[in-house]
């Protein structure tokens, strides 16, 4: 499922932003960029992210700027003394004020920011803590935007299911599938073969119509595309992570629809096995999206 979420936090010392974005994915694959000198919060990271997800490409990206408190201002006596000396070689070549003060100040590199004390490992893993906070913060809004998609989703693949639903009640009532339907068709092939002449004995044209309703049965395939669909309702209205199983279950309403496609005989009920098979593909599709 798509999503995307942002949140930031901060400290005396640093200032840092998470984003997170997910998209499909038929499982979970967690992908991290993190700045340099961070890479002790890659394993919690990812720790975190497998307990809240099951399925998607899930992006993660940590950015940090430090605070201008972390350290104080200094001046870069060396950088100072060569403006100065430029100053000393142009002051008799051009006829310009002597220097101010805050234009010595705003040339680059004679003010620069010191190196706070050293950081201590108290210190530092009191701000991997606030920063796995924040992550957490992150994955709760990207939880949301999820959720958001997902209701969209769920009603989707509830028309589709109704559809499904109704193409094989189609299936069950059509004429093509009752068995006097198959005898009336194997008297009709064997007179316009055989004539009148050659009549078939009763008792013969009765095995072969047993055998043909044998081959073209489908109550089986109907009665398990109903539980499919019973079942796949029951996983919607159960929620969590049930992509997986939908996966699955699309497969099983694939193959359902495939049989009664190659058992039957008849126009009508081949045409609705092509529809099945086409909202099917259509929910196979949307259970991609499931997490």
Same mark, same amino acid.
């Given at each position: 499922m798509t999503g995307f979420a942002r949140a930031a936090g901060a400290d005396e010392s640093f200032a840092w932003t998470w984003e997170a974005k997910s998209v499909n994915g038929r499982g979970l694959d967690i992908r991290c960029?993190?700045?340099?000198?961070?890479?002790?919060?890659?394993?919690?990271?990812?720790?975190?992210?497998?307990?809240?997800?099951?399925?998607?490409?899930?992006?993660?990206?940590?950015?940090?700027?430090?605070?201008?408190?972390?350290?104080?201002?200094?001046?870069?006596?060396?950088?100072?003394?060569?403006?100065? *000396?430029? @100053?000393? &070689?142009?002051? %008799?070549?051009?006829? $310009?004020?002597?220097?101010?003060?805050?234009? /010595? !100040? =705003?040339?680059?590199?004679?003010?620069?920011?010191?190196?706070?004390?050293?950081?201590?490992?108290?210190?530092?893993?009191?701000?991997?803590?606030?920063?796995?906070?924040?992550?957490?913060?992150?994955?709760?809004?990207?939880?949301?935007?999820?959720?958001?998609?997902?209701?969209?989703?769920?009603?989707?693949?509830?028309?589709?299911?109704?559809?499904?639903?109704?193409?094989?009640?189609?299936?069950?009532?059509?004429?093509?599938?009752?068995?006097?339907?198959?005898?009336?068709?194997?008297?009709?092939?064997?007179?316009?073969?055989?004539?009148?002449?050659?009549?078939?004995?009763?008792?013969?044209?009765?095995?072969?119509?047993?055998?043909?309703?044998?081959? *073209?049965? @489908?109550? &089986?395939?109907? %009665?398990?595309?109903? $539980?499919?669909?019973?079942?796949?309702?029951? /996983? !919607? =209205?159960?929620?969590?992570?049930?992509?997986?199983?939908?996966?699955?279950?699309?497969?099983?309403?694939?193959?359902?629809?495939?049989?009664?496609?190659?058992?039957?005989?008849?126009?009508?009920?081949?045409?609705?096995?092509?529809?099945?098979?086409?909202?099917?593909?259509?929910?196979?599709?949307?259970?991609?999206?499931?997490?």
């Amino acid at each position: 499922m798509t999503g995307f979420a942002r949140a930031a936090g901060a400290d005396e010392s640093f200032a840092w932003t998470w984003e997170a974005k997910s998209v499909n994915g038929r499982g979970l694959d967690i992908r991290c960029r993190l700045p340099l000198g961070m890479d002790q919060l890659e394993g919690q990271v990812r720790t975190a992210a497998a307990k809240r997800f099951a399925r998607g490409n899930l992006s993660l990206n940590l950015s940090i700027d430090r605070q201008a408190a972390a350290g104080r201002l200094q001046i870069n006596r060396a950088a100072l003394d060569q403006v100065l *000396a430029l @100053v000393g &070689e142009l002051k %008799d070549k051009v006829d $310009a004020a002597p220097p101010r003060i805050d234009g /010595l !100040l =705003a040339v680059r590199g004679v003010v620069e920011l010191a190196d706070g004390p050293a950081e201590t490992e108290d210190a530092r893993a009191r701000r991997d803590r606030a920063m796995l906070t924040t992550l957490e913060e992150t994955f709760a809004k990207l939880t949301a935007a999820r959720a958001g998609e997902g209701e969209q989703l769920a009603r989707t693949m509830t028309e589709l299911l109704d559809e499904i639903a109704r193409l094989t009640d189609a299936a069950a009532t059509c004429a093509g599938a009752r068995p006097e339907a198959i005898y009336d068709r194997l008297q009709a092939k064997l007179a316009e073969i055989l004539g009148e002449k050659q009549p078939v004995p009763p008792d013969r044209l009765a095995q072969e119509v047993a055998l043909m309703v044998t081959r *073209a049965d @489908v109550r &089986e395939e109907i %009665d398990r595309l109903r $539980a499919h669909v019973s079942q796949a309702r029951t /996983l !919607l =209205a159960e929620g969590g992570a049930i992509g997986r199983k939908f996966d699955f279950l699309a497969q099983e309403f694939n193959r359902e629809a495939n049989t009664l496609c190659s058992k039957s005989s008849d126009i009508e009920l081949t045409r609705i096995g092509l529809s099945l098979k086409a909202a099917i593909d259509q929910l196979r599709e949307q259970a991609a999206n499931i997490e």
